[in-house]
């Protein structure tokens, strides 16, 4: 059994080489090529502006999912993103209905200080993240305490699994790097419910 990366309130696990190095390289560039990219605007503190990545949503078509007021329609699962839920489901014993993609560019392209913590994931959402492509830095902070910060290089082929009421009482972030760092897909599995 892996360790709990969060000492309270909380659970998180990491697994590195989740994904053989071969089989992450074929998903990257398939997954690369197949999805339909786009860069969308949110609402920061009251201002739109465009996300500073490409997104796509794939899943239930007939379940929307709405976060910062920006509403993203799925589309039906490709085979490739089928396989690897079909994975994911069995390792974290959920049914996952869809998987929200990022494509990270360049050390530029980031994600703030959120919590995964819309109604439609439920109270205790279960949301199981792979990471392919270039390593970047994951970082996790407690909501109230701001101090207690943990950070997770996330590696080619690794799967970051957050559960029970972290999404309550953490947030997390990607943030931007000066680092020279080449293209990373994430993809967050979750069950959102209608």
Not at 10 to 17: I, L, P, Q, V
Not at 71 to 76: G, Q
Not at 85 to 105: P, W
Request: net charge neutral; proline share 6%; aromatic share 12%.
């Amino acid at each position: 059994m892996h360790q709990n990366l969060l000492p309270k309130e909380g659970e998180t696990y990491y697994y590195e080489g989740f994904f053989e190095p071969v089989e992450s390289d074929t998903f990257f560039q398939k997954l690369k090529e197949e999805i339909d990219w786009k860069q969308e605007p949110i609402r920061i503190f009251g201002q739109w502006r465009m996300q500073p990545r490409l997104t796509a949503l794939y899943g239930n078509p007939d379940v929307p999912y709405t976060y910062s007021r920006l509403e993203m329609k799925a589309s039906p699962f490709t085979p490739t993103l089928e396989l690897i839920r079909s994975r994911l489901s069995a390792f974290c014993d959920a049914e996952f209905t869809h998987v929200l993609l990022n494509l990270y560019r360049d050390g530029s392209d980031s994600m703030g200080w959120h919590r995964d913590n819309e109604a439609s994931l439920g109270k205790f959402p279960v949301i199981a993240s792979v990471s392919l492509g270039d390593t970047r830095e994951f970082q996790l902070r407690h909501y109230r305490d701001k101090k207690q910060k943990i950070k997770v290089p996330l590696t080619h082929g690794s799967l970051l699994v957050m559960k029970g009421p972290t999404q309550t009482h953490w947030e997390h972030q990607i943030p931007k790097t000066a680092k020279e760092v080449g293209e990373r897909i994430n993809l967050t599995f979750r069950v959102i419910q209608a």
